[in-house]
């Protein structure tokens, strides 16, 4: 089965940005991805998705700051987050979403597991 890793949170100053990697490893990574978040005490939330031929679907929240990208042979997605708000702390995870329209490229599948995720923290 296919293990996905996130990495490069950190800590950053309002307004900075962050680039978020997403690597897949055990597997083919050939279906649409998505990024989603959580923060302390709330549910899980989409951000972003793109689909392997570069159709991408943002969250209102984040469109406009955050571009999600993949490079297909390299098995890895990205999302540069750019002009970070406080708003934006939370854990953030890559997973496979489902094939259709904008609404269901927001959808997590029910295959595969989730990882640990990348901790992002915007200070006020």
């Known amino acids: 089965q296919v293990q996905l890793v996130e990495s490069g949170g950190g800590l950053v100053q309002a307004g900075g940005s962050l680039r978020l990697s997403c690597a897949a490893s055990?597997?083919?990574?050939?279906?649409?991805m998505g990024w989603f978040r959580q923060a302390p005490g709330k549910e899980r939330e989409f951000v972003a998705a793109?689909?392997?031929?570069?159709?991408?679907v943002y969250a209102d929240s984040v469109n406009g700051r955050f571009t999600i990208s993949r490079d297909n042979a390299k098995g890895t997605f990205l999302l540069q987050m750019n002009n970070l708000k406080p708003a934006d702390t939370a854990v953030y995870c890559c997973h496979a979403v489902a094939r259709g329209g904008h609404s269901d490229l927001q959808r997590p599948t029910n295959f595969g597991s989730w990882g640990q995720g990348t901790q992002v923290t915007v200070s006020s």
């Open positions: 055990g597997g083919t990574f050939s279906v649409p």
């Open positions: 793109i689909t392997w031929s570069g159709y991408s």
